[in-house]
């Protein structure tokens, strides 16, 4: 394993979190600027599959966003993006479901990648409206549902991988955006995802997701109950002055 996230991997087994490292750890770079930069309302992500000389570029999702409303693929979904197409996550012509879809990039990848069908649900009509101009403009057909997490997909719908890329950050005062929000221990919609995904997917499902450290380790402990977890790949990141709410006016001293 790279030694570098070890510390960090030892801090969270000494607060009796218990995961796995994945052999193949991956280190991701730790800034993504040209995605997260800007304000133009279209933005192409475009990523590589495949070794050595056999790679090849997808075609690109064309990502509506607002940055403006904090509705935006930033580098946790550049994470989980390089996540997909490292290994075989998604299988073709099987189902995918985006949680929390934002402007629909994961799932618009899983559809490039083969997955069908696709569902994508969001709480914010904003980001369904966008999800539904991201996926039509990358060429592939999601079904998206505007409600909370799981809620509006009918229980008859089965999926075998969820992408949850959810709002983890913690704040107490509501100043980050809907998007960002994860309530004051960062850990307020990974918790009702959790319990509403262990009863509705099925033995052998997978999650896969991005946290920061922030609500580390109480938000994975607390998932460590009903799912095994496994760290895929990791990356350093420093929040830049006004990145995070409240911290950007507390800069006192040191």
């Known amino acids: ?3 570098s996230p070890g510390p960090y991997v030892d801090w969270l087994r000494g ?15 730790d800034f993504d600027g040209p995605l997260v930069l800007g304000d133009e309302p279209l933005r192409s992500l475009v990523l590589r599959i ?32 390089r996540e997909m197409v490292r290994r075989p996550h998604v299988e073709p012509m099987r189902p995918l479901w985006e949680i929390g879809c934002g402007t629909g990039v994961l799932a618009s ?16 009509p ?3 409206a966008l999800a539904r101009r991201t996926s039509s403009d990358t060429g592939v057909e999601v079904e998206w549902l505007q409600g909370s ?5 009918d229980p008859a719908e089965e999926a075998h991988l969820v992408i949850a890329n959810l709002p983890h950050k913690p704040c107490a005062d509501r100043s980050l955006p809907l998007s960002q929000d994860g309530g004051p221990e960062g850990d307020r919609v990974f ?10 997917l099925p033995a052998g499902a ?43 006016a507390d800069r006192r001293g040191g």
């Open 191 to 200: 918790a009702a995802f959790a319990a509403q995904a262990a009863r509705r």
């Open 50 to 81: 495949g070794e050595g000389g056999e790679q090849e570029d997808l075609p690109p999702v064309v990502e509506h966003r607002d940055p403006a409303a904090g509705l935006t693929a930033d580098h946790a979904t550049q994470s989980v993006a």
């Open 109 to 124: 990848l899983g559809g490039l990648l083969g997955a069908v069908p696709i569902l994508g649900t969001d709480v914010d």
């Open 1 to 3: 394993m790279d030694p």
């Open 15 to 29: 607060a009796g979190v218990p995961f796995a490292v994945d052999d193949a750890l991956a280190r991701d770079p």
């Open 149 to 153: 997490l799981l809620d509006p997909i």
């Open 206 to 248: 997978r999650v896969l997701f991005f946290l920061h450290s922030l609500p580390h380790p109480r938000l994975l402990g607390n998932l460590s109950r009903d799912f095994d977890l496994r760290l895929l790949s990791w990356k350093r990141r420093f929040l830049a002055p006004g990145e995070y709410g409240p911290l950007a």
């Open 126 to 128: 904003r980001a369904i």
